[in-house]
């Protein structure tokens, strides 16, 4: 299974992502994390990414194109893979098609999380962030075993930056004028499947695996 998860800040792409993942026992591949490898690794890709991201800025579409083929091309992501947060623009979705293409591959859904703005601010002003690992949590709806500390390495929890209201009224803004390009291209490519991202995680889920199971049912009998 080949996915990419779309979505607006706070729809819980990560979180879906790892549970499709697991799902479709395939690697879920997050830009955010290939970004801190690269870094951390000291390429020079890393290190060009850094100088951006350093700057609160976007990583250009020929670092980020680039960093993206070559994790996908690594042995785990020969059966497939679950991307979070590429495309994020219209060119980087063409890209993707093309570096797919060369491989005889296609991409199987994009998926878009949907959610009301009220509840995007609900979601975001109460997520916390492993300080260490990046592991995500939500004091509502997904909270740590212990308060403040990570599940997953046992670092502290933090609330980023940009989860204020301010914040997150600009991201909404961007992510609109950003990712309208890429939603008319997976609709004109009809593979784009709109999910209801209100309700619990494993509701949320068990939504998007019943659409794709139907739909890849339905795209069987017509062969």
């Known amino acids: ?56 800025r976007l990583v250009p579409d020929d670092i980020t194109i680039e960093l993206v083929k070559q994790r996908i091309e690594e042995p785990d992501c020969e059966h497939g893979f679950i991307l979070d947060g590429f495309p994020r623009t219209r060119s980087q979705a063409i890209m993707l098609d093309q570096m797919l293409e060369e491989k005889h591959l296609g991409l199987d859904r994009a998926i878009l999380l949907e959610l009301e703005e009220e509840e995007i601010y609900h979601r975001l002003a109460n997520r916390r962030v492993c300080s260490n690992c990046g592991a995500t949590y939500h004091l509502d709806s997904l909270p740590p075993k212990v308060p403040g500390i990570c599940d997953v390495c046992g670092s502290s929890l933090i609330q980023r930056a940009d989860d204020n209201v301010e914040t997150i009224k600009e991201r909404i803004v961007i992510y609109h004028e950003l990712t309208a390009p890429v939603l008319s291209y997976y609709e004109e490519q009809g593979s784009l499947l709109v999910i209801n991202g209100e309700g619990d995680i494993d509701e949320v889920h068990k939504r998007i695996v019943s659409n794709l199971e139907t739909r890849s049912l339905r795209a069987n009998d017509s062969c």
């Open 1 to 56: 299974m080949r996915l990419v998860i779309l979505g607006a800040p706070g729809a819980g792409k990560g979180t879906q992502a790892t549970l499709l993942a697991e799902f479709y026992h395939c690697p879920h591949v997050s830009t955010g994390e290939i970004f801190r490898r690269a870094i951390a690794e000291g390429t020079e890709l890393g290190r060009e990414a850094d100088r951006h991201i350093s700057k609160g």
